[in-house]
């Protein structure tokens, strides 16, 4: 491929998803896009890219799917899962005793392990608490890992990330090689496809949003567009759960982080729509 394609679908990724395909990752190309080609009955990839050049969106779609990164697991880095259980959520149980109504979202949800591990941790917080509300929406711009993370089934290399074993015989069914969890958690996630370069305001307000390894392969302009609405659709008490190695520091003065806790933000005081 010459640089003139690559620099063409480098812009196409990025109007489209956000992602910044830096030149290291030019090795990709070829095996995540030759699938694409292969399923558009096209030769290579330099009619995928001549086919991409007339904005087929059907296509379009397909590429940008192709060129995601789905990597992930449950309980991820376990410490944010652990903060989540004994600070935010016991918080949430004083704070919001009016309504009794939490709403968490799990922004880049992947193919669910996210979401789940969040639904496992309020399965048990409810059995003390049963007459509350706690919504969980998992959202990704990949229809692929959201209709992945609706079924709930996970091979056993999948399982087998992150998630201990009494969690998996507690709340998973073997079906033939794989392992489905149940229906009751799959009840307390909403999935749903969406592009986070679009509003997410329609989604509504959320206490908690985990948006963790995704806005790392953003632009800097972008981290603060996507941290800003975060922010706009969050109370003044919200918390941010990012990952262990992302920060807002330089992008956004919208969140601060909650002292000697790695990768949990609370929303700053002075928060406001105007402020980055
Ligand atoms: C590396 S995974 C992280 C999954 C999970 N949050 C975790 O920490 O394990 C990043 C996810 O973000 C999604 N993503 C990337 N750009 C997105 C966008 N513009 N809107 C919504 N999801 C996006 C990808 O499809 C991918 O599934």
Redesign the pocket.
Known sequence: MNQTDFSFLSNLLKEQ???VLTADKFYMLESRLMPVAREFNMSGLDDLTLALRQRDSALTAAFT?AM??????FF?DIKPFAQFKDMVLPYLFKARANTKTIRIL??????G??AYSIAMIVKDALEKNPDWNIEIVG????ST?INKAREGMYSQFEVQRGLPIRQLLRHFSKQDDQWQIDHSLRAMVQFKR????DDIAPLGKFDVI?????IR?FDSPLKTRILSKFANEMPADGCLFL?LNETVLGFSSRFKLIKDVKGLYAKSPDSSASAS
């Open positions: 998803s956000g992602i799917e995601t990164t789905n990597e992930t697991l991820r799990s922004a880049g949800a992947s193919s392990q996210e959202i990704d711009i990949s890992m969406w592009n986070l370069l985990f948006c963790r390894y995704v392969s990952g």
